[in-house]
């Protein structure tokens, strides 16, 4: 069975600063693995996906995330925080017949 | 290009009402669709699924019912609301490689 645990459920971090995003997966075999964010009130948007083509996967915004077979992880990253990505992040992997297993969810905070 | 419509974006209903939400897809044919709920300050849930008209697959029992009348509509219903029903609910669709869902803005449900 397919099963994705977001490490932290709070990241706060200045403006300007990195900021990384930490996701272990577990899969019975190759997987599909997204990062969604959402902001308040807001339906989810799709930051980038890795489907077993090149393990570093660059999103929008700025954000990318590298998938490590070996650590069963798939962390989200970007170099800058802005204003503007404070939001909810949600690690996600595709499970049978195309279901999505969605991780509890990051909080992120930026700080000014 | 694909949009996804929810309607309402907010509703207010008291304890024993009916519900009826729905989902329009555009700019797609015979797409895969989902329910999913978002309680407060957790992470979705899937509650439905559809690979066509009239097909609907339950992933939880529960006080709500899914309808697919047409190949791009779907429909979330009650007859009786419970408290425990209040959420964010998004619907999401999927086409044609069955890997990357796409949200529609959701739902605001508040039970009282």
């Known amino acids: 069975a397919q099963s994705v645990t977001q490490l932290d459920s709070h990241v706060s971090v200045s403006e300007g600063t990195p900021v990384l995003l930490r996701c272990n997966y577990s899969?019975?075999?190759?997987?599909?693995l997204f990062w969604y964010v959402q902001h308040p009130n807001k339906g989810l948007q799709l930051l980038l996906k890795?489907?077993?083509?090149?393990?570093l996967v660059k999103g929008i915004n700025g954000f990318e995330a590298e998938f490590k077979k070996s650590e069963t992880s798939f962390h989200l990253t970007k170099p800058s925080a802005h204003m503007s990505d404070a939001a909810e992040y949600f690690c996600?992997?595709?499970?049978?017949?195309?279901?999505?297993?969605f991780g509890q969810g990051t909080e992120l905070s930026v700080k000014p | 290009s694909q949009t996804i419509h929810q309607w309402p974006a907010t509703l207010v209903q008291p304890v024993g009402s009916p519900l009826s939400l729905e989902c329009t897809v555009e700019g797609t044919s015979n797409p895969n669709l989902y329910w999913y709920r978002q309680a407060a300050g957790r992470g979705l849930q899937l509650l439905f699924y559809?690979?066509?008209?009239?097909?609907i697959s339950s992933e939880v029992p529960q006080n709500l019912s899914a309808s697919r009348p047409q190949d791009r509509q779907f429909i979330l219903s009650s007859k009786k609301l419970l408290l425990s029903d209040s959420g964010f609910y998004l619907c999401?669709?999927?086409?044609?490689?069955?890997?990357?869902?796409?949200f529609g803005p959701g739902t605001r449900l508040l039970v009282l």
């Open positions: 996600v992997v595709r499970g049978g017949g195309g279901k999505l297993i």
């Open positions: 890795y489907t077993s083509a090149a393990t």
């Open positions: 899969s019975s075999y190759s997987p599909s």
């Open positions: 999401a669709w999927t086409w044609p490689d069955l890997e990357t869902q796409y």
């Open positions: 559809s690979v066509g008209i009239g097909q």
